[in-house]
């Protein structure tokens, strides 16, 4: 009988392999990628509110419903399309999606009017809404079990193109005017064909056809999987309601507050995007070893006091704190997001479409909010008030160990 049993297992090794390749560093270099031409896009569209307001005539609060169309239009559809694809798979959506972003890029060259302005923006939130609960799905499927670092590599990729955005900004539409957006369709293009190369990957992958085979199921309480959803989401509000302060107003911060030119406030945005890159690299392959909590304890909890001495700070200092509070804030979505498929297993594009939504639902409100607060007071005391936010990190606390549980499968009825 032992011997029969350990063929048995002999023989299974091969197929297990199969469904549990070792990681697929190309695929994983793929989509961050194209996870980097995506997300250059929309820096690049966050870059030129300036001249946005300025040709518009916009008030901050205008500035603000732009980002807030964009984000509600990902946020609301992402879980949606999360949780339809766990169930059936669509490998050719990636680049679907990627067409809408090209569509509302285009629009945005040509807009005449703050309607197609908002119009623009939410054809680029329907990209988005497509794009990141997919090619997070196809992150972990390339990962080989290193789910951590396959979600820096991704995220990377994103966290770079944001950075790129502001420079291209910079140098191309600014000097060029609204109609140069346009040339940045070559970028969406390129994507496209990207994601179409993975998407025939996709569908080849055995997970594909095991879709619907098996259910896994976590072995905590749901009351302790319930009360840890909702702690994350709390941290996640507490992250991207204080980027939202940085991605949408810092130019206009330091323009106001150090009275730099347009072109200068940039590139310091730039410098703490590129911050923001280099720690989600850091994040995910730190959380594989020593576990997601202690990273969410540090990247969120631990960037307050930076937070807080921000906007005190001279023109040097902020260039300094700005970069700190990027590389140890940025950790914290890696690991927030695969401790939150730890917790719930099985549902890896709901879980992504969940948190990817409500990070950019979270952004836009945050956007919206300190836009009104800004015309209303003045850009200087949102960043008082923002700086407070990552105290939120002190719930981190209530967040139970996943290391310990072990999830169950459960074999679906056909």
């Not at 949408?248 to 703490?272: D, G, M, R």
């Not at 949102?382 to 936010?389: G, M, N, T």
Request: hydrophobic share 55%; glycine share 10%; charged share 10%.
């Amino acid at each position: 009988m032992q011997t029969s049993i350990d063929k048995s297992a002999l023989g299974a090794a091969p197929a297990l392999s199969a469904v549990v390749p070792r990681t697929a560093f190309s695929v994983l270099g793929a989509i961050s990628f194209a996870h980097l031409l995506n997300d250059m896009i929309q820096s690049l569209i966050l870059a030129i509110y300036p001249m946005f307001k300025s040709e518009f005539s916009l008030s901050f609060g205008q500035i603000g419903l732009i980002t807030l169309t964009y984000q509600i239009t990902a946020s609301l559809l992402q879980p949606l399309v999360g949780l339809y694809t766990d169930k059936h798979p669509k490998p050719y959506s990636l680049p679907v999606g990627m067409g809408f972003t090209l569509c509302g890029l285009l629009l945005m060259s040509m807009a005449g009017s703050f309607p197609v302005l908002l119009i623009a923006a939410a054809l680029v939130g329907c990209g988005s809404s497509i794009f990141h609960p997919e090619s997070s799905r196809v992150a972990r499927m390339a990962s080989g079990g290193r789910h951590g670092l396959a979600q820096s590599v991704f995220q990377v990729g994103g966290n770079a193109g944001s950075s790129l955005g502001p420079l291209l900004a910079a140098l191309v539409v600014m000097p060029h005017g609204q109609r140069s957006i346009a040339w940045f369709s070559a970028a969406a293009l390129l994507a496209i064909f990207v994601l179409a190369n993975i998407g025939r990957w996709y569908q080849r992958h055995p997970a594909v056809k095991k879709a619907r085979a098996s259910v896994a199921v976590s072995a905590l309480p749901r009351s302790k999987v319930m009360l840890a959803m909702t702690v994350l989401m709390l941290l996640v509000f507490s992250k991207y309601f204080y980027l939202a302060s940085i991605s949408s107003y810092f130019t206009f911060y330091l323009i106001s507050k150090f009275h730099l030119a347009v072109e200068t406030a940039q590139v310091h945005l730039f410098w703490f995007l590129a911050a923001v890159a280099v720690g989600t690299i850091v994040g995910g392959p730190v959380g594989d070893r020593i576990g997601r909590k202690v990273v969410i304890w540090v990247s969120i909890l631990g960037v307050a006091p930076f937070t807080l001495m921000l906007p005190y700070a001279n023109l040097f200092w902020t260039g300094v704190l700005s970069v700190a509070i990027g590389l140890i804030l940025a950790s914290a979505f890696s690991a927030i997001l695969v401790y939150a498929t730890e917790l719930i297993p099985g549902k890896v594009g709901m879980v992504a479409g969940l948190f990817f939504g409500l990070a950019f639902g979270m952004g836009g409100i945050g956007a919206a909010v300190l836009g009104h607060l800004a015309d209303a007071t003045s850009i200087d005391y949102v960043y008082k008030v923002c700086s407070f936010l990552p105290l939120i990190g002190v719930l981190t606390i209530l967040l139970p160990n996943t290391r310990d549980a072990k999830e169950k499968t459960v074999t679906a009825k056909a």
